[in-house]
């Protein structure tokens, strides 16, 4: 394993091969992730997995909240019931969704400090699973703000703050390398 040239070439997948991941290597992928920096060793970040069956629930909750929210209008018009039907087959087509998420702290610093270990454990999971040929795609949607998605997958949205939904499954599609801004266009160094 190249760290170096993992950072590197990993994407960001939009397009996912049908065949689900196998669960040795999903929690492979999530105990590396377990390594990220994290303070008081609290380890916060947790982590609800739908597949299966189960994305159907979360499909569902997530399509609510969108009309709730007015992203999808809430009417039975043809266009709108065709267009819930494309993303609900966009979303079941993905092999799992993990919500990413830990409990909120009181203390301002403290809430940083938590969001900022549970941001660093979902960069080890992308970095870990591209290592097993594992596509992600980390998502910050409306719904996440949502109170009732929140109560409708079971989180107490006054105790818990969701980082990000991870889609997580096989590449069907790789983009290219778009490059990076040369960092010493964004690098101040102060020497006196």
Known sequence: MDILKTIRERRSIR???KHE???DILEQIFTYGSFAPTHYMKESWR???YQED???FFIDAVMASYQRIGMVKDNNEPKTLQMIKSMKEFLMNIPHHA???FEREEDP???EEEYASVSAFIQNCQLAAWEYGVGMLWTITPYMHDAEFLRDIGLDG???KIVGVLQIGYPEVISRNKGRT???EKLEIIKS
């Open 109 to 111: 610093i403290r809430y």
């Open 21 to 23: 991941v196998d669960h």
């Open 47 to 49: 982590i609800k997995m």
């Open 158 to 160: 006054e105790r818990m």
């Open 182 to 184: 040369p960092i010493d």
């Open 99 to 101: 919500v990413i998420y």
């Open 54 to 56: 189960g994305k159907k």
């Open 15 to 17: 397009s996912f091969k």
